[in-house]
């Protein structure tokens, strides 16, 4: 079980090292741990990873695709055409309470909505790197719904990251059964799902989807992929989402600190150089 | 479930579908690159802040730019109801939108939304208030949203107006957090948008920076951005909030000025 | 010199003894925030000041604010009244606006205040619902009239009930149709439709102190020490339209009679705020 407590000698062995570009576990700054991805474990979803970070962190995600009706009141015309010919994500995320103290209790509740909301912020825009549109099934009646569900199930920090990669694996990992649209005429339409397996599709834009890099700020200096040690010494943790193209996907702070004007550009500026 | 707290409507009501005349697309700016309501890109609106209009709270502040109308209630520091031992103050932070605030009606209970933007609230304000000077007591801050113009720029106003809510209660800080907004619409930014630019943004920047201590207390970037573009908007949105800083002052020196 | 020990401060004396406190002040003809008996706060309206809504108002009673919203949607009627439209009242005593009020569901006075605005729309028969009416029994208006209190110091369904009737009469909907062959509702761009309200009601809250003494609009301190409250409400021929008491005590005829007559009074003062404010 991870702590939730951290002393003050623990906290300043830890800045120590950073300072000096060596941490507790012989890694510097920007090194990642060793990371174990797995795709395809749960035969129910229709795509799942599973992501092991270094010895501790484990986070499973399985996609679910379902039909549903396109949500098109309440927006002017020009804005509810768009939306009519769109699938959409939904997004969820759960830690688990045997994952670490921190998740037990209604604590849990705060956490869970924020990486939900995080989630659904960046998958649902342009950013998201999915062809919502290809989700589409007939416009304005029926689309693809994705839903993600993510599941952390052990915690030696580092969530964030560990999640949006499961996800983009999870992603790859999906295949969406084909649709069969038939004309009746009279602009009645209908459809079929496809029984054939070898029929089913990928949903297009899942090499778009971003991954996270999330940098800690410890003392005046960052590290990325932090120990639950070194989160509790963080002063203030920086998600960057990146796609493949290296284009920025979304920043967003969290934590109870601050971060100075400069750092905050030489931070992100970093990301790149990680990935 | 039938909620007998509220008086119900019907069971399922829609707005209709608005048909919109063809030949009113929305330009977002003339050639001269000015704004439907005649502002540069980079310009930012001007801002009418009041603090002390809820009576019955500890602190109070109102801030009014463009249509956003954003009320935002301090009270506290009062004890903790929950009877654990904590050494540092609780900051509690609730946003609410009305019914009525947005294009589309809400529904009047607390959404998985509010509850986000209440959490990116507590993230932006904790790094600026004294909470070690407060033990065992909590800071309630709420925060009615009246009217929203552009969700990001509302966020921002929220954590701009509620700053000055909680210096308006006495309560000790480090500095007031300012905060502003930015929208990418086409390979441009387009400093605190409204609904209208918001709609047909492909991302957005929102920034709260203490400027006496140059440190950003948050920073929520969404969409697919060119970091060279990212360093730009960051650069403008700190600016912005070195000005919206000069306005938070004097809506805090006002009153005094006033009895003097 | 020994020191009264009986002597405090004010403040001191409102906290242990607020009925005293009151008693002592009313007693020199006067209230504690300066006012006489029979005077009433400074009160504003402000109309159509939130561009989201089809209709709203802006209500400032003293210190007491009440916004008031209403927005219109689209839903069926009901099957034994296929013309009539809905009106959905209600009120939100967020605890942005004291620090009585509790975050969550709506409280019990937050109940009976919705209720009590639902029921003067109904039993006054403020507008015509047939004129909600799209398409008989397919589609209808409804409007949900939003309250929000962002400051409580007493006397707030006065405040209310201003909010809601100004907004009622600044409700602009669009022109809208029912589409036969896709089977929607489609409006215009423009609000250009307004309602006609069949009665202007306008409420008037007097508190009982002692038993004999009437302080017209209490503040939310004159509330909490009075305990019981008449409402009254007349409409813009002087017709009444409900009559409201709380509290346990009886109140005579005659206070009631003079309740009446500080109404009537009242009445005409706040349809010309409400007239000005247009």
């Known amino acids: 079980m991870a702590p939730v407590l951290i002393s003050a000698l623990e906290a300043d062995y830890i800045l120590k090292g950073i300072d000096d570009n060596l941490r507790a576990d012989g890694r510097g700054r920007l090194d990642y741990r060793e990371v174990i991805l797995e795709t395809g474990l749960i035969t129910q979803a229709h795509g799942s990873a599973r992501c092991r970070l270094g010895e501790g962190t484990d986070v499973l995600v399985g996609v679910k695709v379902d039909i549903g009706t396109v949500d098109i009141d309440g927006t002017e015309e020009e804005v509810a055409t768009v939306k009519a010919k769109r699938g959409r994500v939904v997004c969820n995320v759960e830690c688990s309470p045997i994952a670490s103290q921190q998740f037990a209790g209604r604590g849990a509740d705060d956490i869970n909505n924020e990486l939900t909301q995080m989630m659904s912020r960046v998958l ?152 | 479930m039938v909620d007998r707290r509220r008086i119900q409507g019907p069971e399922v009501s829609v707005a209709p579908i608005i048909i919109k005349s063809a030949d009113k697309r929305t330009c977002l700016k003339d050639e001269h690159s000015r704004r439907r309501d005649g502002r540069n890109l980079e310009d930012i609106c001007p801002i009418f802040l009041k603090t002390g209009l809820i009576s019955q709270a500890n602190g109070s502040a109102f801030i009014e730019i463009r249509r956003t109308k954003i009320a935002c209630g301090v009270y506290g520091p009062r004890q903790t109801k929950i009877p654990s031992f904590s050494g540092k103050g609780n900051l509690n932070v609730e946003i609410k939108f009305a019914p009525f605030s947005c294009q589309k009606r809400r529904q009047p209970y607390r959404d998985a939304q509010e509850k986000d933007l209440s959490q990116l609230v507590i993230e932006a304000l904790v790094p600026s208030i004294r909470l070690d000077l407060l033990p065992k007591s909590t800071i309630d801050i709420y925060i009615t949203v009246l009217e929203n113009d552009g969700t990001a720029s509302c966020l921002a106003a929220a954590i701009t107006c509620a700053s000055v809510a909680v210096a308006d209660a006495g309560i000790e800080m480090l500095d007031l957090v300012p905060a502003s907004s930015a929208s990418y619409i086409g390979g441009e930014i387009y400093m605190d948008s409204d609904l209208a630019e918001e709609q047909h943004e492909t991302g957005y920047l929102i920034l709260s920076y203490m400027p006496s201590l140059k440190e950003v207390t948050h920073i929520l970037q969404s969409g697919d951005v060119d970091l060279a573009l990212t360093t730009q908007a960051f650069e403008q949105c700190t600016d912005a909030c070195s000005k919206i800083y000069s306005v938070m002052i004097n809506s805090l020196l006002l009153p005094i000025r006033d009895t003097q | ?130 004129s909600l009416c799209i398409k008989e029994g397919i589609a209808v208006w409804v409007l949900y009239i939003d309250l929000v209190c962002v400051n409580y110091d007493g006397n707030i369904y006065d405040a209310s009930v201003i909010g809601m009737i100004t907004a009622l009469t600044n409700v602009k909907l669009p022109e809208a149709t029912f589409e036969e062959s896709s089977g929607l509702v489609k409006a215009t761009e423009e609000l250009s439709v307004t309602l006609k309200l069949q009665r202007i009601p306008y409420s008037v809250t007097v508190a009982l102190f002692d038993g004999q003494h009437l302080l017209v609009d209490p503040t939310e301190v004159e509330e909490s020490i009075t305990s019981e409250q008449i409402t009254i409400v007349f409409d813009e021929v002087g017709q009444l339209c409900s009559i409201w008491k709380v509290g346990g005590l009886p109140s005579s005829p005659e206070h009631l009679k003079q309740c009446m007559n500080i109404a009537r009074e009242r009445y005409k003062q706040i349809s010309m705020i409400v007239k000005s404010s247009i």
Not at chain 3, 24 to 32: K, T
Not at chain 3, 85 to 110: H, Q, R, T, W
């Open chain 1, 124 to 275: 649902n825009g342009p950013q998201g790197g999915l062809n919502l549109e290809k989700l589409c099934i007939i416009p304005g009646k029926a689309c693809w719904i994705v839903y993600i569900d993510a599941l952390v199930l052990d915690y030696a920090g580092n969530i964030v990251d560990t999640m949006f990669m499961t996800t983009r694996a999870a992603l790859f990992n999906t295949q969406v059964p084909k649709a069969i649209i038939h004309d009746l005429g009279d602009g009645e339409v209908e459809f079929d799902l496809s029984e054939d397996v070898e029929e089913w599709e990928r949903i297009e834009g899942w090499e778009h989807v971003p991954i996270s890099v999330t940098l800690n700020k410890i003392g005046s200096r960052h590290i990325v992929d932090a120990t639950p040690l070194e989160e509790l010494t963080t002063e203030a943790k920086l998600h960057v989402m990146v796609n493949r193209n290296g284009k920025i996907c979304g920043i967003q702070k969290s934590g109870s600190g601050s971060i100075e004007h400069s750092l905050l550009s030489e931070m992100v500026q970093v990301h790149i150089f990680v990935i």
């Open chain 3, 1 to 130: 010199m020994v020191k009264n020990s009986l002597a405090f401060e004010a403040e001191t004396f409102r906290k242990i003894q607020p009925q005293e406190y009151l008693r002592r002040f009313i007693q020199g003809n006067i209230r504690p925030d300066g006012r006489s008996l029979s005077q009433f706060r400074p009160t504003t309206v402000n109309q159509s000041c939130i561009t989201t809504t089809n209709g709203s108002s802006m209500v400032r009673i003293g210190n007491t604010t009440v916004v008031c919203g209403i927005k219109a949607e689209v839903a069926t009627p009901k099957f034994n009244s296929p013309l009539e439209g809905y009106l959905v009242p209600n009120i939100d005593l967020s605890p942005i606006c004291s620090p009585k009020f509790k975050p969550g569901p709506p409280g019990e006075l937050a109940q009976v205040l919705s209720e009590n605005l639902n029921n003067l729309l109904k039993s006054a028969s403020v507008l015509d619902l047939t």
